[in-house]
């Protein structure tokens, strides 16, 4: 089975339409799939939305009193998924759910027990191109790029996108790292930790990205954070 989970806060605007396409990825027959919601303090309709909709749907919910952040919402998401493979997938339709699938097929097929999706392995794709699609978003850009090369210089990996949200990974094997962060800083502590007992298969995917004026929530204090973080558990655990 495939735990898909999704952290959601204030994310009226795209939530249904997010849930209506995870709904309708075609995944094979003998793999069966839970949606586990979790919602992280929204204030803004999303958790009466989801108390409303989730019976018909199918969906697990789970519902934070207060915002704690995206980490702390994963965390809850991972405490409660029962599949063999869990996959991250945000709910701001910056990545298409179809591709979840292409997540998630290299550790169901025993490849890696860890799977990526990066922006920037889809053939065709340039910089020019990421930067139009980014709209002009060029810290964005250089921020997440140079996580990476970081990333690749601390723990002798090959990264193309550490920053990427999609991020699929063994249940057993997840089970097998303590987490600590709350916020978004909990993704490049979790990249550190695996890359400390294993290496990451990417795959590519492609990028739809929203503006900060349409809701998007990540800011150069987590690309500072991201990066202490990754110095930080290169020495401890």
Request: glycine letters at 8%.
């Amino acid at each position: 089975m495939i735990s898909i989970i999704i952290p959601v806060y204030n994310e009226l605007r795209y939530l249904p339409k997010l849930i209506e396409k995870v709904l309708l990825v075609k995944w094979p027959n003998e793999l069966g799939v839970e949606i586990i919601v979790v919602d992280d303090g929204s204030n803004d309709g999303s958790v009466e939305w989801l108390k409303k909709n989730s019976q018909q749907f199918g969906l697990l919910t789970f519902f934070h009193e207060k915002n704690r952040g995206k980490g702390a919402a994963l965390k809850t998401g991972f405490f409660h998924a029962c599949g063999e493979v869990v996959v991250v997938q945000d709910s701001d339709l910056e990545y298409d759910p179809n591709e979840l699938i292409n997540v998630t097929m290299p550790i169901i097929s025993k490849q890696t027990k860890v799977c990526y999706g990066s922006r920037h392995l889809k053939k065709g794709w340039t910089q020019n191109d990421f930067l139009k699609k980014q709209r002009g978003y060029l810290f964005a850009y250089l921020g997440g790029r140079f996580i990476t090369y970081f990333c690749n210089f601390l723990y002798g990996s090959n990264l193309t996108d550490e920053p990427t949200c999609y991020k699929a990974f063994e249940r057993k094997f997840l089970q097998t790292i303590s987490l600590i962060s709350e916020g978004f800083e909990l993704e490049p502590e979790l990249t550190a930790k695996i890359l400390k007992r294993t290496s990451i298969l990417e795959v590519p995917i492609h990028y739809y990205p929203r503006s900060y004026e349409d809701g998007k929530k990540i800011n150069w204090k987590d690309g500072v954070s991201a990066l202490w973080k990754l110095l930080k558990y290169r020495f401890v655990d």
